[in-house]
C-alpha cells in the first residue's frame, strides 16, 4: 500500500509510492550535482591536454556549468507553466546531452566551457521543472520533508561522484566522464517517461505571454520575503560553489592527498548528506525557520574557527582540523539549502515554475558572481575558502533577520485588521 501523509496536494492516478518519487526525482536533480563534481578529479589532465596557462582558470569549468544554469532557469520555470512539467523536464535533457557531445569533443578550454554553458542551460530543465513539480504536489513543511529526502539523494550520489571520475580516468580518460554523464540523463528520462504522470492539467497552464511573465515577475520580486530567502539561497550557494572550485587543488597541492582525494571529498560532503536525512524526520516537529537559525549559527560558528586556525597556521591547519571544521559547515549547507528553498516557493501557488526560475536563477548569479570575486584570491591557502565562509554566512544571517521582522510585521498588520 503507498505510503501517504499530510501536505500532499491531490493528484489522482499517481502510480509512484513516496520512495520512488523520491527516488526518480533524486536520479533526475542529481545531474546538477553530479555535472559539477565528477570532472573534480580531472581538472589536472584537462589543463595539460588543454594547455591551460594559469591553473586558477580551472575554475571556471565549475562556474561555465552554473553560468548557463542562470540562464536556463529563466526559461524553464515559465515554460513548464505553459507546457507541463514532464516536457520542459526532457526539453532541457536534451539540451543537456548536446552540451555533453560538445564537452566530450572539446579540444580547448574555450570549447569545454562553451559545452559546460550548454550543460548548465541545458540542466536547469530538470532541476527547475522537477521542483515545480513537487510543489505541485506538495506543501508547507510536507514540501521540504520530502525536498530534504530528494536533497539526500542529491548529495549521496556526488559524494562518490569524484570517485567516479578518479575511477574514468584510472580506465581511459576525462572525455569519458561525460559520457557516463549522458548515460544517467538517459536512464532518468526514460524512468520519467514510463512512471510519472504530469502534474500541471492543461486548464492551469500558463501561456507564454511577456506582458503576463513581466506582471508576475515584478509581483515576485516585488515580495521582500522571498527576495532575502533567494539571496540567502545564493550565500549558501557561493560557499558551495567556491569550495569546488578549490577543493581538488586544496587537498592535492596543500595537503598532498594524492588519489585519495575522492575519499576527503566525500568526508566533508557526508556532512551535509546526514543534514538532508536529519532534516527530512525532524521538519515537521521543529519548523523550518528553526532549522534554519540553527544551521546559520553552527555554519557561521564554523567557518569564524576555521578562518581563526587558518590565521594561526599560516593557511595550512593541520588536515584532520580542516576537516572537522568542514563537516559541520556542511552539515550546516544540508540544513540550510532544502529549507530555505521551500520557505522561498511557500508564498508562490500558481506561479510556482516562475516562482522557481526567478529564485534559482537569481541565487545562481550571486553564487557564480561572489565565489568566482572570492576565488580569484585563492593563493594555495585554505585562508580565502575559510574567509568567503565567514562573508557569506554572515550576510545571510542579516538577510535571515530581515524575514523575520518582515513575518512580524505582517503577523501585526494581520492582528490589526483582525475584527474582534
Not at 187 to 211: D, G, H, M, N, V
Request: aromatic letters at 10%.
Amino acid at each position: 500500500m503507498k505510503r501517504r501523509f499530510a501536505g500532499r496536494l491531490p493528484s489522482p492516478n499517481l502510480p509512484l509510492s513516496e520512495k520512488e518519487f523520491i527516488g526518480l526525482f533524486a536520479c533526475m536533480m542529481s545531474l546538477t550535482a553530479l555535472s559539477m563534481d565528477a570532472v573534480l578529479p580531472a581538472f589536472r589532465d584537462m589543463a595539460e591536454q588543454l594547455t591551460v596557462a594559469d591553473y586558477t582558470h580551472m575554475q571556471w569549468v565549475v562556474s561555465a556549468l552554473i553560468a548557463g544554469m542562470v540562464f536556463g532557469e529563466l526559461l524553464f520555470g515559465p515554460l513548464s507553466d505553459a507546457i507541463g512539467r514532464k516536457k520542459s523536464i526532457l526539453t532541457g535533457v536534451a539540451l543537456y546531452l548536446v552540451g555533453c557531445l560538445v564537452a566530450m569533443s572539446a579540444d580547448t578550454l574555450e570549447a569545454l566551457l562553451l559545452g559546460r554553458f550548454i550543460q548548465g542551460f541545458g540542466v536547469a530543465g530538470p532541476k527547475i521543472a522537477s521542483r515545480a513539480l513537487i510543489r505541485d504536489m506538495y506543501k508547507g513543511a510536507a514540501m521540504a520533508r520530502i525536498m530534504s529526502y530528494v536533497m539526500l539523494i542529491f548529495i549521496l550520489v556526488p559524494m562518490l561522484a569524484p570517485a567516479f571520475g578518479q575511477l574514468v580516468l584510472l580506465l581511459g580518460d576525462w572525455h569519458w566522464i561525460f559520457g557516463a554523464l549522458m548515460l544517467q540523463a538517459t536512464i532518468a528520462s526514460i524512468w520519467l517517461i514510463l512512471r510519472q504522470p504530469e502534474t500541471l492539467a492543461k486548464e492551469q497552464r500558463q501561456p507564454l505571454a511577456f506582458s503576463r511573465l513581466w506582471r508576475d515577475a515584478r509581483f515576485i520580486v516585488k515580495q521582500q520575503e522571498v527576495m532575502c530567502l533567494t539571496g540567502m539561497a545564493g550565500l549558501v550557494f557561493s560557499g558551495l560553489m567556491l569550495y569546488l572550485g578549490v577543493s581538488q587543488s586544496i587537498f592535492q597541492d596543500v595537503y598532498q592527498t594524492g588519489e585519495a582525494f575522492p575519499l576527503y571529498f566525500a568526508m566533508m560532503a557526508g556532512g551535509a548528506g546526514l543534514a538532508s536525512f536529519t532534516n527530512g524526520r525532524i521538519v515537521m516537529r521543529f519548523g523550518m525557520q528553526r532549522l534554519i537559525w540553527f544551521a546559520l549559527t553552527l555554519k557561521c560558528s564554523a567557518a569564524l574557527a576555521m578562518m581563526g586556525v587558518s590565521l594561526v597556521w599560516q593557511g595550512q591547519p593541520p588536515l584532520w582540523l580542516f576537516l572537522s571544521l568542514g563537516i559541520p559547515i556542511f552539515f550546516s549547507m544540508g540544513l540550510l539549502f532544502g529549507n530555505i528553498n521551500a520557505m522561498a516557493m511557500e508564498p508562490l501557488g500558481r506561479m510556482a515554475g516562475l516562482g522557481a526560475s526567478l529564485i534559482s536563477s537569481l541565487s545562481s548569479l550571486l553564487a557564480v558572481v561572489l565565489s568566482v570575486s572570492v576565488g580569484r584570491f585563492y593563493d594555495f591557502s585554505v585562508t580565502p575558502l575559510a574567509a568567503g565562509y565567514v562573508i557569506f554566512t554572515s550576510l545571510a544571517v542579516v538577510l535571515m533577520w530581515r524575514v523575520r521582522r518582515l513575518q512580524q510585521e505582517k503577523h501585526h498588520g494581520t492582528q490589526e485588521t483582525t475584527p474582534s
